[in-house]
Every structure is written in C-alpha cells, then in structure tokens.
C-alpha cells in the first residue's frame, strides 16, 4: 500500500535557525497539506497546496513559513527563524482529492 | 465554542465491550466528516468517513446527525489492539477550502 513519507523523523534546531521539512506524497496525489500538533495538544492546519500553489493557510502559518514543491515529487515546508514554539510533530498530509487525506508518520521538531 | 468537541475521556474498557464515542461540531457548514485513529506518537490515520445515512465497518459504525450537529463512533466486541486516541474531523467544502479540523481526541485504552 502506497504510504506518504516524511524526513526527517526528528529535527533538533537551535532559536532562529532554519529548517526544512520533507515530504514524499503518494505518487497520484495532487493535494497536499501541512499540520502540526504540539504535545498534548490537537492536530491544526497550517497550509493547503494544490495546482503548485497554496490555496489556504491558517493564521499559524505566518511569513516565517513557506512551502514549495521544488521538483515535481518532494513537498516541503520551511521554517525560516524557528522558535522555541514551533516545536512540534509536524504532519504532511496528501489526496488524491479534494475529499480524504492521508498522513505520513510525521517529523517531530524540537527547537532548543 | 470549539470548532469540534470531544469528550478527551480516558474511556477505560474491558476486552468484548461495546463503546461509544460522540463528538459535536459548531460550523454548520461542515459538510465532511471522518474518524481518524491515532496511537501514541504517530501520524492520524483515516479509520472511516461518516456518511449522513450512518455506515459500517466491521465492528465499527459512524453516525451523522446534520440536525444536531452531532457525529458518533461505536465500536463493538473491542481489542486490545483498538487502544488508541480517536479523532473526530470535520472538513468545510466550498471554494479553496479543504482543511481538516480536529477535535482533541478521545483515549480508549481496552483492558484485557
């Protein structure tokens, strides 16, 4: 069964760095997306992307944040300046629609 | 008002038992709906989607009330294997919108 992929499975960053979290969709899928869950808490939206643009992201999702699929397979998100709240589980999500999404096993950043 | 509302429970269950879970949602512009499962530390996975007629899934079966805004989860004959944190998801459609909305998730933990 085709699975969505994501490395790193764990990021350690240091405040005000940047980092770059990667994606692998699943190969038919043409819409992808970007949660993130901090510990203990609930999965949130960040970004939707469709049509090699983003077509919603959430208030979370602020000048710090960009995605990009730089070469037609691999979807990424990057952190320009992390901070110490942006430590999460981060989760890509694709669909081969616009109706289910199915989610990779995650990265979890931790920035120190 | 949360967008979507769980009970977080634990619910604490013995092998063979048949329980429920229920969830409310707030936008009654909602228009689908899934349970996600999720284990300890790893990505939601898509359990079932909620149609408005109720459908089943082996031991599983989901129920959509549109009218009072309410969606539930039954699992019956319960496994060890069923322990997990279920997440009820809601999704808005309508122009660019596809995001998943989470609730916090509801614990199960089966005993045996």
């Known amino acids: 069964e085709p699975e969505v992929t994501q490395t790193p499975s764990h990021q350690v960053t240091q405040m005000g760095q940047e980092v770059i979290l990667r994606c692998v969709p699943i190969?038919?899928?043409?819409?992808f997306y970007w949660y993130r869950q901090i510990l203990g808490q609930k999965v949130e939206f960040l970004v939707s992307?469709?049509?090699?643009?983003?077509?919603?992201k959430s208030e979370i999702f602020d000048d710090q944040f960009s995605v990009e699929r730089p070469d037609g397979s691999n979807f990424t998100l990057k952190i320009r300046s992390t901070k110490l709240e942006d430590s999460a589980m981060y989760f890509c999500?694709?669909?081969?629609?616009?109706?289910?999404?199915?989610f990779g096993p995650g990265t979890r950043l931790t920035v120190t | 008002r949360k967008e979507v509302e769980q009970d977080p429970g634990p619910f604490n269950v013995p092998e063979g038992a048949t329980v429920a879970f229920n969830c409310t949602y707030s936008?009654?512009?909602?228009?689908?709906f899934f349970w996600y499962r999720q284990d300890c530390r790893k990505e939601p996975k898509l359990l079932m989607s909620?149609?408005?007629s109720g459908n089943e899934d082996g031991r599983f079966t989901a129920q959509l009330n549109r009218a009072s805004q309410y969606i539930s989860l039954l699992i019956r004959d319960s496994k060890l294997s069923d322990s997990a944190t279920y997440l009820c998801?809601?999704?808005?459609?309508?122009?660019?919108?596809?995001?998943?909305?989470f609730g916090t998730g509801t614990l199960l933990a089966v005993q045996p």
């Open positions: 999500a694709t669909g081969d629609s616009s109706y289910e999404q199915y």
């Open positions: 190969s038919n899928h043409l819409y």
């Open positions: 992307f469709y049509n090699n643009e983003i077509s919603e």
């Open positions: 936008n009654s512009a909602s228009q689908s």
């Open positions: 909620v149609y408005s």
């Open positions: 998801v809601v999704k808005v459609t309508g122009g660019a919108t596809n995001k998943l909305i």
